[in-house]
């Protein structure tokens, strides 16, 4: 074989296997949209909350929920906003108890606890309770659209 011919052999092999692999894409798009949601993506967006609270950023904090989907979004907003020139720190932990996936959302149930100091340091507060979380999965990543109780965090 001359060298040219050697050469174009793995071209030739490329450019026969491409239309292969183009078939073995699933013809469903659903199929291919279908994204599982596990306990690493709840520990993610949990993880989210829990930065951005203990690194007194409102903004982070408000970036883990959608705010399209979020029934009272721009309330919640407000709110949230709020508690954070209430408190000038907050300390947050947290244990998922459950994961699971309901339809296309994903659901966390986690104990939360969190101890926030007041401006000016005068008085810390503790809470504590269970806490569930609805997310839908966007191009971004997950993205909480229902959270209960709301009122923890305010």
């Known amino acids: 074989m001359n060298r040219h011919a050697l050469t174009l052999i793995p071209l030739l092999f490329l450019v026969l296997s491409f239309p292969l692999s183009a078939q073995s894409k699933p013809?469903?798009?659903?199929?291919?949209?279908?994204?599982?949601?596990?306990?690493?993506?709840a520990a993610q967006v949990l993880g989210v909350l829990r930065n951005a609270l203990e690194s007194y950023s409102p903004r982070l904090f408000l970036s883990a929920f959608d705010a399209k989907k979020m029934d009272?979004?721009?309330?919640?907003?407000?709110?949230?906003?709020?508690?954070?020139?209430?408190?000038s720190s907050f300390r947050v932990s947290y244990h998922i108890l459950q994961t699971s996936q309901e339809n296309n959302r994903g659901v966390i149930l986690a104990d939360f606890q969190m101890e926030n100091e007041m401006r000016g340091g005068s008085r810390v507060s503790r809470r504590q309770a269970q806490l569930r979380f609805e997310l839908e999965h966007e191009p971004k990543g997950w993205k909480i659209v229902d959270m209960d109780p709301r009122e923890f965090f305010f």
């Open 72 to 87: 009272s979004y721009l309330t919640f907003q407000d709110e949230v906003e709020a508690y954070f020139t209430q408190y």
């Open 27 to 41: 013809q469903n798009p659903e199929a291919a949209a279908a994204v599982t949601f596990d306990e690493h993506d």
